[in-house]
């Protein structure tokens, strides 16, 4: 294989080089390619390893990146990828940790999966730890409620929580699959503890199932019993963690009222992990996956202000040349810890699987990962 730069990869907690640690900041802008040499060597080492390599580039990774991704997609629809590629010992994943994990448990166990950075992790996910969700169970337990609430945990979540969901009879749900997830949940018992997105959770079952603002608490994890009296929790219908993206939910309803004056006949388009307001304020709302298909069926000439992941939305907008494809709000930024997968770091990652050197494993015990897929496979089976 060929060098063609000295550029040093320092990882994580290895020294000091800002060269390999771009994105991580925001100011307001994406943040700069890397060194264009590495293409080479990114090029040279995907080459050296042939079939047995397996990259995965999540929708909101950087062009640098994806270019060099077999699969685009969301992360459950990669994890599903590389489930169907079982030939392939060495799974590279360009997304965040919880993806990563998910690919992990869907697949077989002599795969190996590689996340070029540890340090990509999702705020979201973290916002529900396992001793933090078992402390809201006992609440409810407490309450006299735990035997009629189905636990439903959103995709992007740690292991252990899908773990913890499939154990309590629930399921693990998408941004595509939400309102099918709940709707199964209902028929099972008749209350739903909502796992980590609030925003998801309160978007879908107001707009989707025709609950109300009102049959909705919002859990607390920081609180004892998580800020809510016993009548609370037995009154709602559905009780939502307090977790949010720390991208998504910064999308504000004075961004879409804002470009609609600016833009007359603008279609403005958000995903679900938005605020309720900022939902209720646009004319269509979806996944990634929806986001991506309604601007290919986009009539030519229209105008459309998309409220997700910067990445995303730049390159929809010079995949259609001709629309107007706008950011909804210029003082959101893009994913800053999707944007720690760098190429740096995909090479690093690549250049020492040519060397028969596996990086940054990513593993799930077999425990946590039977129940995780019980919730997974639940997800699967939803009518
Ligand atoms: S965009 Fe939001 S939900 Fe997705 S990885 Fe980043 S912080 Fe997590």
């Keep these: 294989m060929t060098t063609t730069t ?13 060269a390999s640690e771009r994105g991580v900041d925001c100011p307001g802008d994406l943040p700069p390619a890397s060194d264009p040499a590495l293409v080479a060597r990114a090029r040279a080492a995907k080459e050296a390893l042939g079939d047995s390599v397996f990259v995965l580039g999540h929708h909101y990774q950087r062009d640098e990146v994806i270019q060099f991704a077999d699969v685009t997609g969301d992360s459950f629809k990669l994890a599903r990828d590389a489930a169907a590629r079982p030939q392939a010992p060495y799974i590279v994943f360009c997304g965040v940790h919880f993806m990563a994990e998910s690919a992990d448990i869907l697949t077989g166990a002599d795969q190996k999966v590689i996340l070029p950075d540890l340090a990509a992790g999702c705020s979201m996910a973290d916002m529900a730890t396992f001793d933090q969700v078992e402390d809201c169970w006992d609440a409810l337990a407490d309450a006299g409620i735990a035997d009629r609430v189905v ?3 959103y995709m992007n979540s740690s292991a252990d929580i899908k773990g913890f969901v499939g154990r309590h009879g629930g399921v693990v749900c998408t941004s595509s699959n939400a309102k099918r997830a709940l709707d199964w949940a209902f028929a099972q018992g008749e209350q739903v503890l909502f796992l980590p997105d609030q925003h998801l959770g309160r978007n879908t079952a107001v707009l989707e199932m025709g609950l109300s603002l009102d049959d909705c608490v ?19 219908k559905m009780i939502l963690w307090q977790g949010h993206c720390s991208v998504h939910g910064r999308f504000s309803k004075a961004a879409v009222d804002e470009v609609r004056e600016r833009v007359p006949g603008v279609n403005v388009l958000v995903h679900p992990e938005c605020r309720h307001e900022v939902v209720n304020a646009a004319d269509l709302v979806g996944s990634t996956e929806y986001i991506i298909k309604a601007l290919d ?14 990445n995303l939305v730049k390159r929809l907008a010079n995949a259609h040349p001709d629309k107007n494809v706008m950011f909804l709000d210029k003082a959101v930024c893009f994913c800053s810890t999707m944007n720690r997968i760098d190429l740096p770091h995909l090479v690093w990652a690549l250049e020492s699987l040519v060397r028969g050197e596996v990086p940054n494993q990513i593993t799930v015990d077999a425990e946590t990962a039977h129940y995780a897929k019980v919730a997974l496979d639940q997800m699967l089976a939803l009518p």
């Design 6 to 18: 000295d550029l040093p990869l320092l990882l994580l907690g290895q020294g000091a080089d800002p």
């Design 151 to 153: 636990p439903v945990t």
């Design 218 to 236: 919002v859990y607390n994890p920081r609180r004892p019993s998580g800020g809510l009296t016993r009548e609370q929790l037995q009154n709602a």
């Design 297 to 310: 069926a986009a009539e030519p000439g229209s105008s459309w202000a998309i409220g997700t992941e910067l």
